[in-house]
């Protein structure tokens, strides 16, 4: 019996080993096959990265710019998964939100005191003390909802930037006037791919299946350079 399972945990080992080449091939993709900028003022950004993809997935990375940077994205995938790589910028942004919380509970079914004009004894359904207008329980109960609403800060993502738009452009330039987190999120379409085997560029072959792929963002950045007339004057 021990060796049965080991038979088995070594076949799901052996299985598992393509795909761990894959991711593992996978890991500095955007060092070779996404093109760097020609400006020598862009250096590589240590929030690239590569990963892995199936068609039809979306992935997102959290990405943090800085204030009195320029920054550059170019994209790069395995021409197996396709052309078609659509690609979002988000920021994450404090909204205000309205709240609202409903609490249930139990209450008395009251009815009015008609019996009763001013005063009066408490027999039956005879009030007391109603002066015209009380009421009285009926011995039965109700659900009653009562809302509470209060204003709460949420986060919310704010689409900066959506390629799809953009002719599906594999690259992009922008300046940030403000730190931020923004997400950039990855999708690869389920249709098209050429179901070829090799990367896009470079000598070497993987063998690999054809919806499956590596894709890399390569990030650059530079201090934001300064235009215009500068400087202390005369």
Same mark, same amino acid.
């Given at each position: 019996?021990k060796?049965? /399972?080991?038979k088995?945990?070594?076949?799901l ?8 080449s894959?991711?593992? =091939? ?6 070779s096959y996404?093109e ?5 003022m862009y250096?590589p950004?240590g929030?690239s990265?590569?990963?892995? @993809?199936?068609k039809?997935?979306?992935s997102?990375? #959290?990405?943090?710019?800085?204030k009195?940077?320029?920054y ?8 197996n998964?396709?052309?078609?790589l659509? @690609?979002?910028?988000y ?10 919380t ?8 009251l009815?009015?005191c008609?019996a009763c ?11 007391y003390?109603c002066?015209?207008?009380?009421q009285?329980?009926?011995g ?10 209060s204003?709460? /800060? ?6 900066? =930037?959506d390629n ?5 452009a594999?690259?992009l330039?922008f300046?940030?006037?403000?730190t ?8 690869i ?8 085997? #090799?990367v896009s560029?470079?000598?070497g ?6 919806d ?11 201090t934001?350079p300064?235009t215009g007339? =500068?400087?202390?004057? @005369?």
């Open positions: 019996m060796h049965f /399972y080991k088995i945990i070594l076949g080992a052996i299985l598992a080993l393509p795909s761990l894959f991711a593992q =091939y996978c890991n500095n993709f955007h060092d996404c760097p900028s020609e400006n020598d250096k950004n929030q990265k590569s990963a892995l @993809f199936g039809g997935q979306t997102e990375l #959290s990405v943090i710019v800085y009195g940077q320029d550059r994205i170019s994209l790069c995938m395995d021409e998964l396709g052309s078609g659509e @690609f979002k910028v920021e994450n942004k404090k909204v205000k939100v309205e709240k609202v409903e609490t249930k509970e139990m209450e008395d079914v009815a009015s008609d004009s001013g005063s009066g004894t408490s027999d039956g359904d005879v009030c003390d002066n015209g207008s009380g009285v329980a009926t039965e109960q109700k659900e009653v909802t009562s809302k509470q609403t204003i709460v /800060y949420e986060k919310q993502k704010s689409l900066l =930037y799809t738009q953009d002719n599906l594999t690259e330039e300046s940030v006037e403000t931020q987190r923004l997400i950039f999120e990855i999708s379409p389920n249709e098209g791919g050429s179901g070829k085997s #090799s560029k470079g000598k072959k993987l063998v690999k299946s054809s499956m792929g590596c894709v890399g963002i390569l990030i650059e950045h530079m934001t300064k007339f =500068y400087g202390t004057g @005369f």
